[in-house]
Nanobody, 125 residues
């Protein structure tokens, strides 16, 4: 069906940068929105940034000005450039493909959502 795979997490010092990538695969027709969410230990999962197929973005207030989301529609890939990282950015970062349309079993399936398995980002002080 559809797979969503993240990469690019790791350990970085406070003030450093990381770039996350997420690729969706399968018999895809289109993906409406791709986004990055994060979940810190003991906290709920929260939105970091989202981008539509038309390039409209929205960011959580706490990452505005530091994170930049971008997307390559032809490759069904979304990126998250994270600069000026802080220890409080430490979390598992999940990619979500929202409103996915794809071929399956000779028919078209519409507007399902898919999550990746997550990638750990750790920012040391």
């Amino acid at each position: 069906q559809v797979q969503v795979v993240e990469s690019g997490g790791g350990l970085v010092q406070s003030g450093g940068s990381l770039r996350l990538s997420c690729a969706a695969s399968g018999s895809l027709i289109r993906i409406n929105t791709m986004g990055w969410y994060r979940q810190a230990p003991g906290k709920e999962r929260e939105l970091a940034a989202r981008i539509t197929s038309g390039g409209v973005t929205n960011y959580a207030e706490i990452v505005k000005g530091r994170f930049t989301i971008s997307r390559d529609n032809a490759k069904n890939t979304v990126y998250l450039q994270m600069n000026s990282l802080k220890p409080e950015d430490t979390a598992v970062y999940y990619c979500k493909a929202e409103g996915v349309q794809y071929y399956y079993g000779g028919s078209i399936r519409n507007w399902n959502d898919y999550w990746g398995q997550g990638t750990q980002v750790t920012v040391s002080s």
